[in-house]
């Protein structure tokens, strides 16, 4: 799947504010693909909205559902989270649930990507929503990593420190027991040194935040992660 194959991510929530120009720059930066997500003020209209600004350039975008309400056609895939360190099965597989209820007679199995939430950073809203274990060791997070892939058979295990930067060797552990499920790396990347050191370990790197606080820095990540690849 095309999924697999991108090194390179930029993730814009819906409930933010991106002008034309900012949005340009982002479609036509040479992101391998658009994540269309976030965790507060998510809204069907405002999905819709970012989604036809964004279908007027051909990078590929995904939308990562938080909420049945904000689900509509026109991704290229979607992608459905499970916080693997949950303590809530709310957000571990009831979610999931409610929504193949309703929408299973229809679904397009093929467009829908499994992920494998792993949340670390306890300050976030991410993590405060699902009321994650945050407080995770490197066996911790290894074990979360195998359960991903040989239990669920997922294709991505996404470690996520949102908001912050993450560590290193807790990124580097993950992907040295991964064979076939591709890992995901997001939070606090806001330099492309930052990048460049995170996309070295993980097979694909993810950048939010920063695009709303420094376009520039943010849009020098993209360069970064593709030069590790020539």
Known sequence: MEYLQWRHVFKLDPAKVMSDEALKRVCESGTDAILVGGTDGVTLDLVVDLLIRVRQYTVPVALEISTIESVTPGFDFYFIPSVLNSTKTTFVKDLQVEAIKEFGDF??????????????????????????????????????????????????????????????????????????????????????????????????????????????????????VHDLSL
Not at 200 to 223: C, M, P, Q
């Open 107 to 224: 679904m397009d199995w093929t467009e829908l990507v499994p992920e494998g939430y792993c949340i670390l950073n306890p300050d976030c809203k991410a993590a405060q929503v699902t009321e994650a274990h945050t407080e995770l060791s490197v066996d911790d997070v290894i074990a979360h990593a195998r359960l991903a892939e040989h239990f669920f058979n997922m294709p991505i295990f996404y470690l996520e420190y949102s908001g912050m930067y993450g560590d290193p060797t807790m990124v580097r552990a993950a992907k040295k027991v991964l064979t076939k499920t591709r890992l995901f790396y997001g939070g606090g990347i806001t330099s492309a040194q930052q990048a460049a050191e995170m996309a070295k370990i993980a097979d694909t790197i993810v950048v939010g935040n920063h695009l709303y606080d420094n376009l520039t820095e943010a849009l020098e990540t993209v360069k970064a």
